[in-house]
């Protein structure tokens, strides 16, 4: 099994509301950052040439849910894994760790397309990609989130 790929990630000043805690709209940022750093890592992009067409990833679903505040300062590792590997879809799940406790979770659903006319076509994963996020897929975990 693969490990969780991450990053660590200061929060900066303009991040925060006027307590000095991370805008939860942020953490929507640091979960594509996060995302697009585990693209690279492969050897990928998450926009990119696919023979002669292109292929993207947008995002059909997204959630994050909150278990304590991030401040000015504060050092977050995001902790990114590949929950689910479909045909055309991968499901990532990215935790938000400080000081070695988890203070929010978020998952993403983004689907594989080909980029048309200003419009996005579900395609299937090609096969290169494919082998390579089926590589970093992790299981379902049971424990239970704070």
Same mark, same amino acid.
């Given at each position: 099994m693969a490990a969780d790929f991450s990053i660590t990630r200061r929060v900066? $000043?303009?991040?925060t509301d006027l307590a000095g805690v991370l805008? $939860?709209?942020n953490y929507f940022r640091y979960m594509e950052e996060v995302e697009h750093a $585990? &693209? @690279?890592?492969? +050897? !990928?992009c998450v926009i990119s040439p696919d023979g002669d067409r292109t292929?993207? &990833?947008? @995002?059909?679903a997204v959630a994050c849910e909150y278990f304590a505040p991030a401040h000015f300062e504060n050092e977050l590792? !995001?902790?990114f894994r590949v929950m689910?590997? +479909?045909s055309r879809s991968v499901g990532y799940e990215i935790e938000f760790v400080r000081d070695g406790q988890p203070i929010a979770v978020g998952k993403v659903t983004a689907v594989c397309c080909e980029m048309k006319e200003s419009r996005f076509d579900p395609t299937e994963i090609p096969t290169a990609i494919r082998t390579k996020l089926l590589a970093a897929h992790q299981p379902a975990q049971s424990e239970p989130r704070p």
């Open positions: 900066q $000043f303009a991040e805008h $939860f709209a $585990f &693209w @690279r890592s492969m +050897g !990928l292929i993207s &990833w947008p @995002r059909v590792d !995001l902790r689910h590997v +479909g």
